[in-house]
C-alpha cells in the first residue's frame, strides 16, 4: 500500500519529447515496474509517434481516453507550464505532477482559480503536485519525478518535504538504517502550488501501511504550522519534523520562491516551537532526521 500511487498507476508525460522530459521519463521507465507504468507521452506535434516504446499523442485527453491512465507528469518548460496543467486538469485525470520550476505566479494563480471553480461547478477534483517539486515514489514499486530511484527502500515510513534534496537526505538516511519508506513526497517550494503537507499527512495517517513520518519543511508562509495543528488533533502516527532555514535573515528571499520570511510565524524557529506544541520529535539538525525516526518506532 502507498499513497497516492502504485506499481499498478498508468502515466501521461507531457513534454516527453523534450531534454528532460525524454531524460526523467528514461530512468523513471527503467525503475521498478515504470516499463508497465509509463504508457503515454503528449506533444502535438508528434503525435503517432513513438519514444523508449511509448506512443505519443496529440493531447493529454486523447492520450488518457486511449491508454487509461490517471496520472501525469509534467517537464514543459515555465511559459507553457501552466496550460499543460490546465490540460491535464480538464482531461479529468486524478493527479498532475508538475516538475517545472520558474513558473510565472500570475500563472499559476489563473490555474488554481479555474481548478477551483471546475470544482465548486461540480467538476471532477484532480490534485496538483508541484509546480517545482522532485514528484513522488513508491518504492520499489513507481517512481514519476526525478528524485535517484537507488536511494530508496520499500517499507513503512513516510516522508514529505518541500525540499527535493532534503527529501533526498531523509529517504537515504532512512535506507541507511535499515528503514524502508512507503512513499516520499516532494510537493515543492513555490508560494502557489497543490498538494500541502496537510494533505499528504492526512493520506499517511489513513494508509494502514505507514507507521511514522518524517515532515521536512522550509521558512516561509503557515503550511508547516497548519499541519503541525491538524495532526495534534488527528495523527495517530509518530512525526519528525524538520525546518531549514534556522539562521536565514528575515525579509531575504532564499532559494526557493516561496521561502521568503516576512516575519511572524514563517520563521524556522516558529515553525519549530509550534511543530513541538504538537507533538512533533523536531530537530535543528538535519543529519538527525533518520536517527530520531528510528528510536520513535
Same mark, same amino acid.
Given at each position: +500500500?502507498?499513497?497516492?500511487?502504485?506499481?499498478?498507476?498508468?502515466?501521461?508525460? @507531457?513534454?516527453?519529447?523534450?531534454?528532460?522530459?525524454?531524460? $526523467?521519463?528514461?530512468?523513471?521507465?527503467?525503475? %521498478?515496474?515504470?516499463?508497465?507504468?509509463?504508457?503515454?507521452? =503528449? !506533444?502535438?506535434?508528434?503525435?503517432?509517434?513513438?519514444?523508449? &516504446? #511509448?506512443?505519443?499523442?496529440?493531447?493529454?485527453?486523447? %492520450?488518457?481516453?486511449?491508454?487509461?491512465?490517471? =496520472?501525469?507528469?509534467?517537464?514543459?518548460? *515555465?511559459?507553457?507550464?501552466?496550460?499543460?496543467?490546465?490540460?491535464? =486538469?480538464?482531461? /479529468?485525470? /486524478?493527479?498532475?505532477?508538475?516538475?517545472?520550476?520558474?513558473?510565472?505566479?500570475?500563472? +499559476?494563480?489563473? #490555474?488554481? !482559480?479555474?481548478?477551483? @471553480?471546475?470544482?465548486?461547478?461540480?467538476?471532477?477534483?484532480?490534485?496538483?503536485?508541484?509546480? !517545482?517539486?522532485?514528484?513522488?515514489?513508491? *518504492?520499489?514499486?513507481?517512481?514519476?519525478?526525478?528524485?535517484?530511484?537507488?536511494? $530508496?527502500?520499500?517499507?513503512?515510513?513516510? =516522508?514529505?518535504?518541500?525540499?527535493?534534496?532534503?527529501?533526498?537526505?531523509?529517504?537515504? @538516511?532512512?535506507?541507511?538504517?535499515?528503514?524502508? @519508506?512507503?512513499?516520499?513526497?516532494?510537493?515543492?517550494?513555490?508560494?502557489?502550488?497543490?498538494?500541502?503537507?496537510? &494533505?499528504?499527512?492526512? %493520506?499517511?495517517?489513513? &494508509?494502514? /501501511?505507514?507507521?511514522?513520518?518524517? +515532515?521536512?519543511?522550509?521558512?516561509?508562509?503557515?503550511?508547516?504550522?497548519?499541519?503541525?495543528?491538524?495532526?495534534?488533533? $488527528?495523527?495517530?502516527? *509518530? #512525526?519528525?519534523?524538520?525546518?531549514?532555514? #534556522?539562521?536565514?535573515?528575515?525579509?531575504?528571499?532564499?532559494? $526557493?520562491?516561496?521561502?521568503?520570511?516576512?516575519?511572524?510565524? &514563517?520563521?524556522?524557529?516558529?515553525?519549530?516551537?509550534?511543530?513541538?506544541?504538537?507533538?512533533?520529535?523536531?530537530?535543528?539538525?538535519?543529519?538527525?532526521?533518520?536517527?530520531?525516526?528510528?528510536?520513535?518506532?
Amino acid at each position: +500500500m502507498s499513497i497516492y500511487i502504485n506499481k499498478d498507476t498508468k502515466v501521461i508525460t @507531457q513534454g516527453i519529447t523534450g531534454k528532460t522530459g525524454q531524460f $526523467h521519463t528514461e530512468k523513471c521507465i527503467e525503475y %521498478a515496474n515504470g516499463k508497465n507504468c509509463f504508457v503515454a507521452g =503528449v !506533444n502535438p506535434k508528434k503525435a503517432g509517434e513513438k519514444i523508449f &516504446d #511509448v506512443p505519443i499523442y496529440a493531447s493529454v485527453k486523447e %492520450a488518457a481516453g486511449e491508454t487509461g491512465a490517471t =496520472v501525469s507528469v509534467i517537464y514543459v518548460p *515555465p511559459a507553457g507550464a501552466a496550460a499543460a496543467i490546465w490540460e491535464a =486538469v480538464e482531461a /479529468d485525470l /486524478d493527479l498532475v505532477i508538475c516538475i517545472t520550476e520558474g513558473i510565472p505566479v500570475r500563472d +499559476m494563480l489563473i #490555474v488554481r !482559480n479555474k481548478m477551483k @471553480q471546475k470544482e465548486a461547478a461540480g467538476g471532477k477534483k484532480t490534485l496538483l503536485l508541484g509546480p !517545482n517539486c522532485p514528484g513522488l515514489i513508491t *518504492p520499489e514499486e513507481i517512481k514519476i519525478g526525478i528524485m535517484p530511484g537507488h536511494i $530508496h527502500k520499500k517499507g513503512r515510513v513516510g =516522508v514529505v518535504s518541500r525540499s527535493g534534496t532534503l527529501t533526498y537526505e531523509a529517504v537515504a @538516511q532512512l535506507t541507511e538504517l535499515g528503514i524502508g @519508506q512507503s512513499s516520499a513526497v516532494g510537493i515543492g517550494g513555490d508560494p502557489i502550488n497543490g498538494l500541502k503537507h496537510i &494533505d499528504v499527512m492526512k %493520506a499517511f495517517n489513513d &494508509d494502514p /501501511d505507514t507507521d511514522a513520518v518524517i +515532515m521536512i519543511g522550509e521558512i516561509g508562509g503557515p503550511d508547516e504550522a497548519d499541519a503541525a495543528r491538524w495532526c495534534k488533533e $488527528h495523527m495517530k502516527k *509518530p #512525526v519528525v519534523g524538520f525546518i531549514a532555514g #534556522v539562521t536565514a535573515p528575515a525579509g531575504k528571499r532564499m532559494g $526557493h520562491a516561496g521561502a521568503l520570511i516576512s516575519g511572524g510565524e &514563517d520563521t524556522a524557529e516558529a515553525k519549530l516551537a509550534v511543530m513541538e506544541e504538537c507533538g512533533f520529535t523536531v530537530t535543528r539538525n538535519p543529519s538527525e532526521m533518520g536517527r530520531l525516526l528510528k528510536k520513535l518506532l
